[in-house]
């Protein structure tokens, strides 16, 4: 395994066993209201702590961008974390959360781990080398018409003036693919579109953190991934929308009328 990647899967491991122990005592953790929807426990920012401790303890000049402290150090090699993703599943018991660690060198994505602490599900992959689910290779999906789809979403919460365009797009892919799922960490979201178990994904207003590991594990499984005009600036906007390449077209034809930049 490449150093960093096992110094990534390290971090990310300590991380998701704090999350494991701390889900069954909610009530002894601090939980703040950062914006409407937005929430952060004290778990958020002990994991964050944990994993850049490990990783800076191994890359001392490394630079860091992360969900609660924001960007530190380097801009030239820069991790790019969500300690805790899936906070409102977390505050609410559900174990359907995320760990997710990318890292960036000079500019492109070059390894991803995403972890689920409660399926021990390890998701890595470095660029040019594929993804990997506990060690065994991952490839999207097969699946090429949306009847025969099950997509993964999440809501709007941050965009409400796209709620109505959103409903809009939610309508037509209910009525014309197979299922519809929106479990709550965009992180494992794209893990699981990456291993296949999710058709497509797309999603509205996402921050670097949610993204960067996703996208590199959906790149190196074989998979597409644009904003609502197919192209690639989906970390600018947050809007992202992504599948195997054949379905990735299809759901662009949805997307793009309602939610695309009429501009572009």
């Given at each position: 395994?490449d150093p960093?990647?096992t110094?990534?899967v ?5 991380a998701g066993?704090l999350i494991?122990?701390?889900i069954?005592?909610?009530d002894?953790i601090?939980i703040n209201?950062?914006s409407?929807?937005?929430?952060v426990?004290?778990i958020?920012?002990?994991a ?5 401790e490990?990783l800076?303890?191994?890359?001392p000049d490394d ?5 609660e ?5 380097s801009?030239?090699?820069v ?5 805790l ?9 559900v174990?359907q959360?995320g760990?997710s660690?990318a890292?960036?060198?000079?500019g492109?994505?070059s ?8 399926r021990?599900e390890l998701?890595t992959?470095?660029r ?8 065994n ?5 097969q699946?090429?018409?949306?009847s ?5 979403t999440g ?5 409400k003036?796209q709620f109505?365009a ?8 209910f ?12 992180s494992l979201?794209?893990?699981y ?5 999710f058709d ?10 949610d993204?960067?590991a996703?996208?590199?594990l ?6 597409l991934?644009?904003?609502f005009n197919?192209s690639?600036?989906?970390f600018q906007?947050?809007?992202?929308v992504t599948?195997n390449?054949k ?5 662009l034809?949805v997307?793009?009328p309602r939610l695309g930049?009429p501009?572009k």
């Amino acid at each position: 395994m490449d150093p960093k990647l096992t110094v990534a899967v390290d971090a990310a491991r300590k991380a998701g066993n704090l999350i494991a122990r701390a889900i069954d005592r909610l009530d002894k953790i601090t939980i703040n209201e950062k914006s409407p929807h937005d929430f952060v426990t004290s778990i958020d920012i002990q994991a964050e702590e944990l994993i850049i401790e490990t990783l800076r303890t191994a890359y001392p000049d490394d630079g860091f961008l992360a969900e609660e402290s924001g960007k530190q150090g380097s801009e030239e090699t820069v991790w790019i974390i969500d300690p805790l993703d899936g906070t409102m599943n977390f505050v609410h018991g559900v174990p359907q959360i995320g760990v997710s660690i990318a890292l960036q060198e000079r500019g492109k994505l070059s390894l991803a781990v995403v972890y689920d602490p409660f399926r021990n599900e390890l998701f890595t992959a470095c660029r040019g080398k594929g993804a990997q689910v506990n060690g065994n290779r991952m490839r999207v999906s097969q699946c090429h018409q949306l009847s025969e789809a099950m997509l993964g979403t999440g809501f709007p919460y941050h965009a409400k003036e796209q709620f109505p365009a959103y409903i809009d797009t939610f309508s037509e892919f209910f009525y014309n693919t197979a299922s519809m799922r929106r479990p709550g960490s965009a992180s494992l979201d794209l893990a699981y579109v990456a291993s296949g178990r999710f058709d497509g994904f797309w999603e509205i207003g996402l921050a670097p953190w949610d993204l960067a590991a996703g996208v590199l594990l959906i790149k190196e499984a074989g998979g597409l991934i644009g904003d609502f005009n197919g192209s690639e600036d989906y970390f600018q906007s947050g809007n992202i929308v992504t599948a195997n390449p054949k379905l990735f077209r299809e759901m662009l034809k949805v997307i793009k009328p309602r939610l695309g930049d009429p501009a572009k």
